[in-house]
Nanobody
Framework: QVQLVESGGGLVQAGGSLRLSCLAS????????MAWYRQAPGRQRELVAS???????EYADVVKGRFTVSRDNSKNAMFLQMTGLKPEDTATYYC????????????WGQGTQVTVSS
């Protein structure tokens, strides 16, 4: 079992910055992929950024150049540095881990709210 806890959300003005954190605990496989998703009211959950266990990153087009995903495996942590925030970024942000073994298991955090005012 893996537990994921997000933190760092809050209320910021457009153009501001936030740094989200996801701390993982439990039976974490050495081979795992992590990702940030977000979901706004009335919208489906969408992939924001992903990162492999060795640091390879991918981003949704709408956040490229503004968001940076990173991880610290010694702390079982993943981060999302968000700059140039826009009101359209307002959403609940969720941490996801694909924990590989014989078959990968998927884990989700409870989310952290990001609100960007215009």
């Amino acid at each position: 079992q893996v537990q994921l806890v997000e933190s760092g959300g809050g209320l910021v003005q457009a153009g501001g910055s936030l740094r989200l954190s996801c701390l993982a605990s439990g039976k974490i496989a050495g081979n795992n992929n992590m990702a940030w998703y977000r979901q706004a009211p009335g919208r489906q959950r969408e992939l924001v950024a992903s990162i492999t266990n060795f640091g390879m990153q991918e981003y949704a087009d709408v956040v490229k150049g503004r968001f940076t995903v990173s991880r610290d495996n010694s702390k079982n942590a993943m981060f999302l540095q968000m700059t140039g925030l826009k009101p359209e970024d307002t959403a609940t942000y969720y941490c996801k881990m694909t924990n590989w073994g014989v078959a990968g298991k998927i884990y989700w955090g409870q989310g952290t709210q990001v609100t960007v005012s215009s």
